[in-house]
């Protein structure tokens, strides 16, 4: 993806960073400042995984999901999944920016899978696996995000080796993501991540303001108590995952306590934007994403 890199600083070098309200986020907060959204103690936004089976199923495209999260539900941010891209080329890319720059819009992440193994013992294929995320460093910067969200890999809960190689291979992400100013962030997403103590040791180990974590609601084992996992990770928070699965006649989710959760979040002072994620099956695609965005307005 060298093409993309190059091309890319040239778009940006001739003023597409200087457009009226598109400057590019480095922080969630940020980009709630550049929108405006300042007087809600956070903004919604939608994980466009929420839509994979319309997705899958050809009802819907990428290239129009910023339409969707104006017009049908309100919403003023997206986090886009990387799978979900029919190509990644220069063209593409700024048409979905424009897309969204049009409808208000903010593209704030990639969610970034099947990149390859950060923690595995095999060193060529970690830093496979490193270069392997680099043209979607490019691609975010492209559509203006603030972040990437990458996986940590396998290996078992409290692994030291596992521990120490994650650190490795996500430093040296972090160090190419540097000169844009552009954020690495891990979600608990199996392996090493779902396991709190673990994560937070490669937090610690890579100690970058640029490498952060995007607590998920949902994710964890049995046996881990995601409400405490979710406060080991607030600290280190540049994204939040409003995870939902059904909800109750009151409208509440039925597996999560929100009131609680969400105390958590906001107790860590963050104000950035709440993704929702519906993972359900009750309810469409559609009714979930709708009902979940009632229940966070709850907390605003």
Avoid at 65 to 71: A, K
Wanted: aromatic share 8%; with cysteine.
């Amino acid at each position: 993806m060298r093409t993309i890199r190059c091309t890319r600083r040239a778009f940006i070098q001739n003023g597409a960073r200087g457009a009226a309200g598109l400057a590019l986020a480095t922080s969630p907060a940020t980009a709630i400042g550049n929108w405006g959204y300042a007087m809600s103690k956070f903004d919604i936004s939608l994980a466009a995984w929420s839509v994979h089976k319309m997705v899958f199923a050809g009802k819907l495209k990428q290239i129009d999901m910023p339409e969707l999260c104006r017009r049908e539900f309100g919403i003023g941010g997206l986090e886009l999944v990387n799978s979900f891209f029919p190509s990644p080329q220069y063209r593409y890319c700024k048409d979905l920016r424009k897309q969204a720059d049009d409808l208000g819009v903010k593209i704030l992440l990639i969610m970034c899978d099947a990149e390859g193994d950060m923690s595995q013992p095999d060193k060529a294929a970690r830093v496979q696996a490193v270069r392997n995320h680099r043209k979607w460093v490019d691609i975010a910067l492209t559509l203006g995000c603030h972040s990437i969200r990458c996986n940590s890999g396998g290996g078992k809960a409290g692994d030291r080796d596992a521990i120490s190689r994650c650190a490795e291979s996500f430093a040296a992400l972090v160090e190419y993501a540097r000169p844009d100013n552009l954020n690495v962030i891990i979600e608990n997403h199996g392996g090493l991540s779902s396991d709190p103590g673990s994560l937070i040791a490669v937090m610690k180990k890579v100690d970058d303001p640029l490498f952060g974590t995007l607590p998920d609601f949902g994710n964890f084992p049995a046996g881990v108590d995601r409400y405490d996992a979710v406060r080991q990770m607030m600290p280190y928070a540049k994204a939040v995952s409003a995870k939902c699965y059904d909800f109750g006649d009151d409208g509440a989710e039925t597996k999560i306590d929100y009131a609680r959760m969400m105390k958590i979040v906001l107790d860590a002072g963050y104000s950035g934007f709440v993704g929702i994620e519906y993972e359900g099956s009750r309810l469409s695609e559609i009714a979930g994403i709708k009902a979940c965005k009632r229940l966070l307005e709850r907390f605003q």
